[in-house]
């Protein structure tokens, strides 16, 4: 049984004439424990596909399940990791997990004593009284990381999370991410715009057309050793043949999505 599948899931906007289709016939599987990266130009309905599994959006037809149930409302076997913090700003990083706990009904106490645990995971052990204002952006990632995993969701589901961080702090937190992921192997849906990220973190790279009506247009195996450094497996020249594989599958529809903007200074869609 797949952690994920989704049937035929169109999602559409509106009505009559100002009705917008953003995805239109989507299949996909994720076995449990797999690791599957979704790239695709802006606007291309990658995160909303996050949405339809997460519960937090209506699919307009077709069917999404998670470990085999219809997802009617939040999916709960899921964790979601978004792209904008979603940290508290007055609670420290420790009340920052622990309340991820609290709000299923465990004790205060016994709630701070796993966020401890799971803050040193990510290795933020000695920041436990630091406020959000007070740390950096991968320490934030840490902290929001931690906040998800302590639920122990069985699927992640990660839009982008890295996206506002430097480029070697992106390769450190992609590391993070490998490391903790190779411990218990959940599946992992993760959203990217960095074709170099989703090749060095996944096991397989869905590759989504332009919109309206965008549709998955190909699907890579990603047959490179594991376990991986982030910033290593790069030097692997069998990641440069995947690399260029995959942009051939992508370039045209990139360019199609800015059409109109690479026209107006003189582009070449």
């Excluded at 009559?16 to 291309?44: K, Y």
């Excluded at 399940?65 to 999916?75: D, K």
């Excluded at 007070?134 to 998800?148: D, E, I, N, T």
């Excluded at 990217?192 to 998955?216: F, K, N, W, Y």
Aim: overall charge positive; glycine content about 10%; hydrophobic content about 50%.
């Amino acid at each position: 049984m797949p952690a994920v599948r989704l049937a035929g899931i169109e999602v559409s906007f509106g009505e009559g004439t100002t009705r917008f289709v953003a995805v239109s016939g989507v299949d996909l599987s994720v076995a449990a424990g797999e690791f599957v990266a979704i790239v695709g130009p802006t606007g291309c309905g990658k995160s909303t596909l996050l949405n339809v599994i997460g519960g937090l959006l209506n699919a307009s037809a077709g069917a999404a399940f998670v470990e085999g149930q219809a997802v009617r409302g939040i999916s709960k076997p899921c964790g979601y990791l978004f792209q904008a913090d979603a940290l508290m700003p007055w609670k420290t990083a420790l009340a920052n997990v622990a309340v991820a706990l609290e709000i299923t009904g465990i004790g205060r106490s016994e709630a701070e004593r796993q966020a401890r645990a799971f803050l040193a995971r990510v290795g933020l052990a000695r920041f436990g009284d630091r406020y959000p204002h007070q740390l950096s952006g991968g320490q934030k990632k840490r902290v929001a990381l931690a906040q998800m995993l302590i639920r122990d969701p069985r699927i992640l589901l990660m839009d982008e999370p890295f996206g506002p961080l430097d480029a070697q702090t992106r390769v450190l937190m992609g590391d993070l991410l490998l490391k903790l992921w190779q411990q218990d192997r959940k599946a992992v849906l993760f959203v990217t715009h960095d074709l170099d990220e989703a090749i060095a973190l996944a096991d397989r790279v869905v590759v989504m057309s332009a919109g309206p009506q965008s549709r998955i247009i190909a699907q890579h195996r990603v047959d490179l050793p594991r376990p991986r450094e982030a910033a290593e497996i790069r030097l692997d020249p069998a990641f440069h043949v995947l690399q260029k594989a995959i942009w051939n599958d992508l370039r045209a529809e990139v360019m199609r999505a800015y059409g109109d903007e690479f026209a107006a200074i003189g582009g070449k869609p």
